[in-house]
T-cell receptor
Framework: DTGVSQNPRHKITKRGQNVTFRCDPI?????LYWYRQTLGQGPEFLTY????????KSRLLSDRFSAERPKGSFSTLEIQRTEQGDSAMYLC????????????????FGEGSRLTVL | GQQVMQIPQYQHVQEGEDFTTYCNSS?????IQWYKQRPGGHPVFLIQ?????EVKKQKRLTFQFGEAKKNSSLHITATQTTDVGTYFC???????????FGAGTRLTVKP
């Protein structure tokens, strides 16, 4: 399978615990995005990477959230001291940005990691 | 919060009827993309619009990008039960590289 892969698919944790999600993008893609989606809402932008550089981070994002993409391939999203309000589907997407051709390429989403905080 | 607004939130149609969803931004967009998310699934890319006033068609789907690049629409002619899902627009704000999604329009089709 050469699509975007996310794991774990489901995570149930107790409030106050730390959780980490992993995303493996499509191999030739240079951009990687993290979104959060709650029921009945559109994906909410969290952060994005171009290769290994984290270029943008949502101002709404708490300091408890951190993301890395150390070698410009896979990425991890860590949530520290989880709260019940963190319960959501965490979506990763990747794209290939060809700077000579202009705007963002299409986003390829993974199946998501569903977080439930008790 | 969402910077791209989408209406309506829900639309229920009889099979064969047409369907339209609208997307609006308070700021100019560099481009706009449309995605479809089936229940329990993840968003899947449909199309990208870049030019002011651009219109693109995919079979029964027609996509438009406004002249001011602040709004867009998706129109489905003669809906089918396979069209069921939530349709999202996503816009890239100028001076930014991330894609901001609307809240989506959930379409249900009665056979």
């Amino acid at each position: 399978d050469t699509g975007v892969s996310q794991n774990p698919r489901h995570k149930i944790t107790k409030r106050g615990q730390n959780v980490t999600f992993r995303c493996d993008p499509i191999s030739e893609h240079n951009r990687l995005y993290w979104y959060r989606q709650t029921l009945g809402q559109g994906p909410e932008f969290l952060t994005y990477f171009q290769n290994e550089a984290q270029l943008e981070k949502s101002r709404l994002l708490s300091d408890r959230f951190s993301a890395e993409r150390p070698k410009g391939s896979f990425s991890t999203l860590e949530i520290q001291r989880t709260e019940q309000g963190d319960s959501a589907m965490y979506l990763c997407a990747s794209s290939f940005a060809d700077f000579s051709r202009g705007p963002t390429g299409e986003l390829f989403f993974g199946e998501g990691s569903r977080l439930t905080v008790l | 919060g969402q910077q791209v607004m989408q209406i309506p939130q829900y639309q229920h149609v009889q099979e064969g009827e047409d369907f339209t969803t609208y997307c609006n931004s308070s700021t100019t967009l560099s481009n706009i993309q449309w995605y479809k998310q089936r229940p329990g699934g993840h968003p899947v890319f449909l199309i990208q619009l870049v030019k002011s006033g651009e219109v693109k068609k995919q079979k029964r789907l027609t996509f438009q990008f406004g002249e001011a690049k602040k709004n867009s629409s998706l129109h489905i002619t003669a809906t089918q039960t396979t069209d069921v899902g939530t349709y999202f627009c996503a816009g890239r704000l100028t001076m930014s590289n991330d894609m901001r999604f609307g809240a989506g329009t959930r379409l249900t089709v009665k056979p």
